[in-house]
Nanobody
């Protein structure tokens, strides 16, 4: 089992940057594929990015490709989401999630979730 806590959200102007962190408890962090999802008011939870267990492969939603970068440090039990060139439409609660084994893009595949961190991008 793993517990997740996101930090790093906040208010930023359009064009700015934020880095989200997700700290995981437990000694088996490297056995989990990790993902970032987001949910805006009135919308479904949407895939943002995912990274495999070793950190050697990542996948992104089309809407964030070229602007967001997911990474992980297995020694620190932490996954990151670097968000650059932020747009107002990136405003949402951002969640990190863990999935035992391979990664995926559907939120239904993930077993563990953090409580989320709010990101607000002003125009």
């Amino acid at each position: 089992q793993v517990q997740l806590v996101e930090t790093g959200g906040g208010l930023v102007q359009a064009g700015g940057s934020l880095r989200l962190s997700c700290a995981a408890s437990g000694r088996t962090f490297s056995s989990y594929g990790m993902g970032w999802f987001r949910q805006a008011p009135g919308k479904e939870r949407a895939f943002v990015a995912t990274i495999n267990r070793s950190g050697g492969a990542a996948d992104y939603a089309d809407s964030v490709k070229g602007r967001f970068t997911i990474s992980r440090d297995n020694a620190k039990n932490t996954v990151y989401l670097q968000m650059n060139s932020l747009k107002p439409e990136d405003t949402a609660v951002y969640y990190c999630a863990a999935r035992s084994g391979a990664t995926g893009t559907s939120y239904l595949w993930y077993d563990y979730w953090g409580p989320g961190t709010q990101v607000t991008v002003s125009s």
